[in-house]
């Protein structure tokens, strides 16, 4: 009977360590079966109403865990645990030894458990998420929270998914190396977002780049993938090698100010789910882009989703050609985003040009995960849509049709 109480104190603590969900109902109930094994054999005159005791104290704690806070659950649950241990010692009437072995062992076994077990960290968002919240944070912008699931860690920005650990690099591969396929002879390279850093690292991967720029959309993102662990373990300290330069100036002003040229530049911005975003896919933003590229250069820019906002991603292209750009879609499938796009873009070279030199066979002089010359093929191939992608408007400050076409899409189905 002893074992009854430990577990329902032990359990729930072993449980939230793998998925809180878990601690949330199960936690509560197996403390009330505790409570009911222990009590229910002597407040139950009638034994044959013992199981009945059960059941009401089973559906009290469902209804109850989904109703307190995780912390208050967390102490109700250890509170109750040691008065049902003392409390059925007494009912035993184990001699006095016995007792202090029990109580003894007891202490052991749980000072043996805080000192190895994780440190319970309770987050307010946990009730939002399935897996456990190792991370929050707010910036200027968005809220970040990082769950964990095993060795693995889902990045969510505003209570949407970011990012995973598990596949990130089937987003950045293709993303970075496509570019130096189109063009290799890339020197200076500036990316503008990017804060995980794990573009960074894929660029790193290729030697003749000799300065890469980085500007943030969002500081405290930067700061957390320079110094966050979640971040730093995935980006392998890519903001640490000698050939980054992190610059502390504000976007826009940077690249209105600035009149710095580079041979390709790499826009892995927030998608326009929100007016303050859509400014970083207007024409009047590409045109300034533009002045910044040189004139063989090349520039990719993530467009958001092909599939779940098909309008968006197709005026996304649209309005970078209006710009003065030649645009060649490439999307590719993320196990845990979905189908994900971006646009290939130069100034002097057409879109058949890039596709031809993307698609033509080269021996890999990196290491990579997933791309390779068939990936680059796979990357370029698109099917039929059900949306019109012709007569799509052209996205501006003025006109917001990216904003307005993104919010309309089906993203329920993801």
Known sequence: MILVPVISWLGPQFLYQIRPYTFYISGFAVACIAAVAISGNIVALDKSKKY???????????????????????????GLSVLLVLFDLA??????????????????????????????????????YEDKVVFSAESQFHQLVITQWHENFWFYLDKLKNLSSIDEYLYYEPMVHTVFRVES????????????GCLIRE???????????????????????????YFTKMNKNAFQHKKVHVIH?????????????????????????????????????????RD???????????????????????AIGQTINKAGFNVLPIHNQ??????????????????????????????????????????ASLVTSFGKTYFDTLNVGINS????????????????LN
């Open 334 to 375: 993320i196990l845990t985003l979905g189908e994900w796009g971006w646009y290939l873009c130069a100034i002097t070279q057409d879109a058949e040009r890039m596709k031809k030199k993307l698609t033509t066979p080269k021996e890999m002089t990196i290491t990579t995960r997933w791309f390779n010359d068939e990936a």
């Open 52 to 78: 009945r005791w059960n059941y009401l104290f089973i559906l009290t704690g469902y209804f109850i865990g989904f109703q307190i806070s995780s912390e208050f659950l967390y102490y109700l649950i250890l």
């Open 91 to 128: 009912a035993e009437k184990i001699n006095f030894w016995m007792n202090t072995s029990i109580i003894a062992s007891l202490i052991i076994a749980i000072s043996i458990y805080l000192q190895f077990s994780l440190p319970l960290i309770f987050h307010k968002e946990q009730a939002e």
């Open 203 to 229: 660029l790193l991967k290729h030697n003749k780049v000799e300065r890469i720029d980085i500007i943030s959309y969002d500081s405290l993102l930067r700061n957390l993938g320079m110094e966050s662990i």
């Open 292 to 314: 910044h590229l040189d004139e063989d250069g090349i520039m990719i820019t993530q467009a958001g989703s092909p599939y779940f906002a098909t309008q968006a991603f197709y």
């Open 249 to 289: 100036e504000n976007l826009l002003d940077y690249m209105i100010n600035f009149p710095k040229k580079y041979d390709a530049i790499f826009i892995d911005l927030p998608d326009p789910r929100s007016i303050e975003t859509n400014q970083y896919y207007t024409r009047e933003f590409y045109n300034i882009v």
């Open 185 to 196: 002879e890339i020197r200076n390279a500036l990316v503008m977002g990017g804060e995980n």
């Open 397 to 412: 400050m003025e006109k917001p049709f990216v904003y307005q076409y993104y919010l309309k899409g089906n993203w329920n």
